[in-house]
Each structure stands twice: as structure tokens, then as C-alpha cells.
């Protein structure tokens, strides 16, 4: 089984409310991402979590805050965003990473997406 | 820095036509990964087909097959026998070390192709 699950499909938000974005998957993976896209445009890397542990922050700024509960759920938690935040953020995982400079050779699977638009 | 180069915006072919993608990359390194994904309107991204720089054979799957030059840094993709089912937009990718602890795996995606198969 590939399948990685986002919730909620659509939301709409306020600049002023907080939200939270979900992500499962059960394939063992130990790599887990966010990825923010635009219309027509590739996804645009925000944060990589390695064994729940924060291995990349993409300069994201400090309204986007990531969770990894446990290896299965990567959450995405959102307040006070703007506007231009509007997007289709997406969750990936692969099955483990490279440890000291080495190249993983696992693929990265999507979820279906989070349709977000900020009022 | 790495750099990925889809130099087509937009195909356009008739079903049961045999349609190349092109892709050329750059990067200092010498062992690598590239990806091709597909992301239908509305739908999932999912991964076509994937290459290992080491191996000299191009990778295959089904009606999806690559040509991969590792001299001339090109990647392009060939579908052959086209389906209305392969409209989407594809993404060229690659993988290169990120700047976490453990050297997470970070793609890097070309900006896209849209192609249309017409019935």
C-alpha cells in the first residue's frame, strides 16, 4: 500500500484563525515532508522530518508551524496566515533518508493535497 | 546550485501518439537520481518512472521509457501509444542532499509540462 492521506481536502480560513493540516501514512516510511505548490507551478519543499526529528526548515516563515506526533503523522498547524498563503500543500514520505551526506535511494510518495485558501 | 530545466511549458498530441518530455539538469555530483512525476488535473501526484544515475540502462515502465544521457545532463521522457488518461502536468525531478542532520533526501523539480493528449 503507497497511499498517503492528507485532511482536510479544502479549507478556508481567516488571516486570523488558526488551523491544522493532517498526514498519515502506514507504510513504515521514516521520512516525512511538506511541500507547498501553486497553480502551475512544482511543488516548493517547507519542511523534511527524519525519524520525528526536524531535518529541514526551508526558511518557512514562523505562521506555518510542523509537528510530527509519531513516525505515521506529520501535522501542519497554521495561524495568523496571509493571503498569498493560499495554495495546495501536500505531505510526502519516503522510506528513510540519507545519514551523513549519503544519497537515499527511496521515492517519495504524495497525498492527494490540502486545497488552502486564506481570506 | 541544482538546477532542473524542462524547456517545454506545454504539448499537445493526438491519442495513440508517441510524445518526448524533455529534461536537462545540472549538478557537480556524480551519483544521483531522477524522477519523473505525473499530476493529472485535480488529482495526485504519482511517480511515472525513476533513474539511477549509476546504471547506464534506461529505465521502462509499460509505455514509459527514458533516455538518459549522463554526459549531456538530459533525462527526457518518451510515452509511447498515448492515452487520454495521460493528460497531466509532469514534473522532472531530481535528488540531491539537503542541509539537515542526516542529509535528508530534497528534490528538486523542474517547472513542469503541461501536455494534452486529444482524442
Known amino acids: 500500500d503507497t497511499e498517503v492521506t492528507q485532511t482536510p481536502k479544502h479549507l478556508v480560513m481567516g488571516m486570523t484563525n488558526k488551523k491544522s493540516l493532517k498526514c498519515e501514512q502506514h507504510?513504515?516510511?521514516?521520512?516525512m515532508y511538506w511541500y507547498k505548490q501553486k497553480a502551475k507551478k512544482p511543488p516548493e519543499l517547507m519542511f523534511v522530518?527524519?525519524?520525528?526529528?526536524?531535518?529541514i526548515n526551508e526558511s518557512v516563515p514562523s505562521r506555518f508551524s510542523p509537528e510530527c506526533p509519531n513516525s505515521s503523522l506529520l501535522n501542519l498547524h497554521l495561524h495568523a496566515l496571509q493571503p498569498e498563503d493560499s495554495a495546495l500543500y501536500l505531505c510526502?514520505?519516503?522510506?528513510?533518508?540519507?545519514?551523513?551526506?549519503?544519497?537515499?535511494?527511496?521515492?517519495?510518495?504524495f497525498g492527494p493535497g490540502t486545497r488552502l485558501t486564506v481570506l | 546550485a541544482q538546477t532542473v530545466t524542462q524547456s517545454q511549458p506545454e504539448m499537445s498530441v493526438q491519442e495513440a501518439e508517441t510524445v518526448t518530455l524533455s529534461c536537462t539538469y545540472d549538478?557537480?555530483?556524480?551519483?544521483?537520481?531522477l524522477f519523473w512525476y505525473k499530476q493529472p488535473p485535480s488529482r495526485q501526484m504519482i511517480l511515472v518512472i525513476r533513474?539511477?544515475?549509476?546504471?547506464?540502462q534506461n529505465a521502462t515502465e509499460n509505455r514509459f521509457s527514458v533516455n538518459f544521457q549522463k554526459a549531456a545532463k538530459s533525462f527526457s521522457l518518451k510515452i509511447s501509444d498515448s492515452q487520454l488518461g495521460d493528460t497531466a502536468m509532469y514534473f522532472c525531478a531530481f535528488i540531491t542532499v539537503g542541509r539537515g542532520i542526516q542529509g535528508a533526501q530534497k528534490l528538486v523539480f523542474g517547472q513542469g509540462t503541461r501536455l494534452t493528449i486529444n482524442p
Open positions: 507504510m513504515g516510511h521514516r521520512a
Open positions: 510526502a514520505s519516503s522510506q528513510d533518508v540519507g545519514a551523513g551526506g549519503t544519497l537515499s535511494t527511496d521515492t517519495q510518495y
Open positions: 522530518y527524519s525519524y520525528e526529528k526536524l531535518s
Open positions: 533513474q539511477e544515475a549509476y546504471k547506464q
Open positions: 549538478t557537480s555530483e556524480n551519483n544521483y537520481y
